[in-house]
């Protein structure tokens, strides 16, 4: 399975959307804002600036947090009787040492309070 265009956010209007009316969710790899969409599936936006580290450092942190999405099945959320949404991502530095398992853990806990409507941070 690809993370093709129809799951990414892609324009500003997109990203502004979610930050300004979607939830926040902090934890200790990343930082997770959400909000529910009107389409069929999950959509992914990441936000990883120079504060994060180098170029290097950004695309680990940027494939790392797009390989746990794809593994989320975005397009099956639908067919599973789970409500669509778009995500922000925002990675902490702490998520490019870290031990893949535990950043998976933290994001299928973090998915699963954002779906609850969990509280806001």
């Known amino acids: 399975m690809r ?10 209007a997109e990203y502004d ?4 009316g979607g939830r926040r969710l902090t934890a200790r790899y990343l930082v997770l804002l ?4 009107d389409l ?3 959509r992914l936006g990441i936000i990883a600036s120079r504060r994060l580290g ?3 450092i950004r695309v680990r942190a940027k494939r790392r947090i797009r390989e746990l999405f794809r593994r ?3 397009d099956s959320v639908r067919r599973n009787g789970l409500i669509p949404m778009d995500f922000v991502v925002i990675p902490r530095r702490e998520l490019v040492a870290a ?7 933290e994001f299928a806990s973090m998915l699963a309070k954002a779906r609850r409507g969990g509280s806001v941070t």
Do not use: K, M
């Open 54 to 56: 180098g170029a290097v």
């Open 40 to 42: 069929d599936h999950d």
């Open 17 to 20: 959307r979610v930050q300004q």
């Open 34 to 37: 959400s909000r529910a969409n």
């Open 3 to 12: 993370f093709g265009s129809a799951l990414r956010l892609r324009s500003r």
């Open 72 to 74: 989320h099945e975005p």
């Open 99 to 105: 031990p893949f398992q535990a950043v998976a853990a």
